[in-house]
């Protein structure tokens, strides 16, 4: 076979194998919009930032090319799966008043197994937060972090030897707090109220089963469905934290923020991806701070790595004052 038809079809098996790899893309990630029909595709629907990368470098690859339809067909799927995360980023509200005390919130899943408790200590003394919530702590953990721990006179721990032990630790007084179990294992979630410059702000801290499977899924909906129920019905400011296991772009993280009224602190500052941490090809937002619209995020970061699967989120906020 003469050398140039061998390279005429060489490149048109690249090109084709290219056409099929866009066309199976489009199908995994269309998949993703029907999550709310099976956990299956719940999954497949967290992935838009990559989905969105990986169409507008197929574009690019077509257009120098100059295969223009299947060009066309990936920067159309960039921009169907793009415009879900820029839709995230615009700002729910005007902002309010930022002229007001501002309070610190922190949430670490720490990963018990893995996780680096010297990293932790020193993460949290540098954030030196107001409100810290804690997952996967263990009586081991707490004994590690004591000397960090010192600086909150006033908690609520649940801690556990497998993945669902949690803490609340705070700088205000807890007029009340309490666990509540729920589900297959009792995994603990922390509904407690704090006095903060006097007001009441209710904080709900909680971490559900990650979806591994369908059964794992249904527990998680659940319990993020209960969270909701609990959410709604109480008065005033409200913050809730945790790892929910769920990404903006899923129904089930959708419904919860209809249901409960809440608004998310990363709403119109970022999308920051929190998991998995060793993986920065898979990442996605995990880790939530939500909060009442009564009160005022003025700022919400990514903390660094603490050994742990998972990244530190943390928001300054403010009280609205009182009408």
């Known amino acids: 076979m003469p050398l140039m038809k061998r390279q005429a079809r060489g490149a048109i098996g690249l ?10 893309a489009t199908l995994i990630s269309l998949a993703g919009f029907l999550g709310a029909l099976n ?23 077509f257009a120098l090319g100059r295969r223009w ?22 700002p729910p509200a005007p902002p309010g008043p930022q002229d007001i005390p501002s309070i610190r919130a922190m949430l670490a899943n720490v990963n018990c197994g893995t996780g680096n408790p010297a990293a932790v200590r020193t993460a949290v003394s540098n954030a030196a937060p107001d409100i810290l919530v ?3 702590i263990s009586p081991r953990w707490l004994e590690e972090l004591a000397p960090v721990l010192a600086a909150y006179p006033h908690h609520k721990t649940a801690p556990r030897f497998d993945n669902f032990g949690i803490g609340l630790f705070s700088r205000f007084p807890i007029e009340s707090a309490r666990i509540e179990p729920f589900g297959l294992i009792g995994s603990p979630s922390i509904f407690a109220r704090l006095v903060i410059q006097d007001r009441p702000c ?26 909701a129920e609990k959410v709604a019905a109480r008065p005033g400011p409200v913050l809730l934290l945790g790892d929910l296991n769920t990404s903006p772009w899923s129904p089930v ?39 009442s619209p009564d009160i005022v995020v003025h700022s919400r970061a990514v903390g660094p790595d603490i050994g742990s699967d998972h990244f530190p989120v943390i928001v300054d906020f403010s009280l609205c004052p009182p009408l």
Do not use: C
């Open 15 to 24: 090109w084709g194998l290219l056409q099929a790899a866009a066309f199976a």
């Open 39 to 61: 956990w299956r595709l719940d999954i497949l629907s967290h992935f838009r930032i990559q989905y969105a990368l990986v169409f507008l470098l197929l574009a690019l690859v």
């Open 69 to 90: 339809k299947p060009f066309a067909g990936s920067l159309a799927m960039a921009l169907v799966n793009g415009l879900p995360v820029l839709f995230f980023l615009l």
């Open 134 to 136: 804690l997952e996967e």
């Open 202 to 227: 209710a904080v709900v801290a909680t971490h559900p089963m990650p979806p591994g499977d369908a059964r794992l899924a249904a527990e998680r909906n659940r319990q993020l469905d209960w969270i």
């Open 253 to 291: 993280y959708r419904r919860l923020i209809r249901r409960t009224g809440l608004l998310d602190s990363a709403r119109g500052r970022s999308v920051r991806p929190t998991w998995p941490a060793p993986l920065p090809l898979l990442w996605l937002p995990l880790d939530h701070i939500f909060h």
